[in-house]
């Protein structure tokens, strides 16, 4: 079946430090790739996506590319900022079945 | 644009209690889902209706666990009867559908249950 397996967390940085989140995948076919975020006390929301291999998903300054060959899609960003302090979720979704499957999470704490 | 509403936002029953959870997803969203989302855990999926109809409940536990989209809109999830491990926060989604243009979720802000 499909799984996601994200780094262990939490992790903890300064601001302006660079951050990844490493995500790896096991999946038939041809899946897309989400990252997903909750805030504190929000609802989880999608970042960002990418739908095919070397695809690159973006927002709001965080950046993931889509590696088929290594089957990864880790979130990255230059420069965290105390509002990105947040739960990030990867998640996959099989190809036109819309499910998706998340990692367990990964809690980011950026401090001033 | 309204969001995916959920209600209640929080409950707390006994074992072999029942509960339901109430979902009302995004206008003209025609995949909805219900995921549980266990403390510590990503959320899991439970059942995924696409309209009215059942697309994947593979992972639900029907012997106690029912739910149903009435009319291709709102949705219920019940539980009866509840366990301890039944503890969770329970998540509804919604999505335009499933392929790659109109599979982004969007999700509630979810039901905490607590069964003591």
């Known amino acids: 079946g499909n799984s996601v397996t994200q780094m262990e967390g939490p992790v903890t940085l300064s601001e302006e430090a660079f951050l990844t989140i490493n995500c790896t995948y096991t999946?038939?076919?041809?899946?897309?790739l989400f990252w997903y975020v909750q805030y504190p006390g929000e609802g989880l929301q999608l970042l960002l996506k990418?739908?095919?291999?070397?695809d690159k998903g973006s927002n709001k300054g965080f950046e993931a590319t889509y590696r088929k060959e290594t089957t990864s899609f880790h979130l990255e960003k230059g420069s965290v900022q105390v509002s990105d302090s947040a739960v990030y979720f990867c998640?996959?979704?099989?190809?036109?079945?819309?499910?998706?499957?998340f990692g367990d999470g990964t809690t980011l704490t950026v401090k001033p | 644009e309204a969001g995916v509403a959920q209600s209640p936002r929080y409950k707390i029953i006994e074992k072999r209690q029942s509960v339901a959870f109430w979902c009302n997803p995004i206008s003209g969203h025609a995949t909805l889902y219900w995921y549980q989302q266990i403390l510590g855990q990503g959320p899991k999926l439970l059942i995924q209706?696409?309209?009215?109809?059942?697309?994947?409940d593979s992972q639900l536990p029907k012997d106690r666990f029912s739910a149903e989209r009435l009319k291709g809109v709102d949705s219920t999830l019940k539980i009866q009867p509840a366990k301890l491990e039944d503890s969770a926060v329970y998540l509804c989604?919604?999505?335009?559908?499933?392929?790659?243009?109109?599979?982004?979720?969007?999700f509630g802000s979810g039901t905490q249950l607590s069964v003591l």
């Open positions: 209706f696409q309209n009215n109809g059942v697309v994947d």
């Open positions: 998640a996959l979704s099989e190809t036109n079945a819309g499910k998706s499957t």
């Open positions: 990418a739908t095919k291999a070397d």
């Open positions: 989604a919604s999505s335009l559908g499933t392929t790659a243009e109109n599979e982004k979720l969007f």
């Open positions: 999946a038939t076919g041809y899946p897309s």
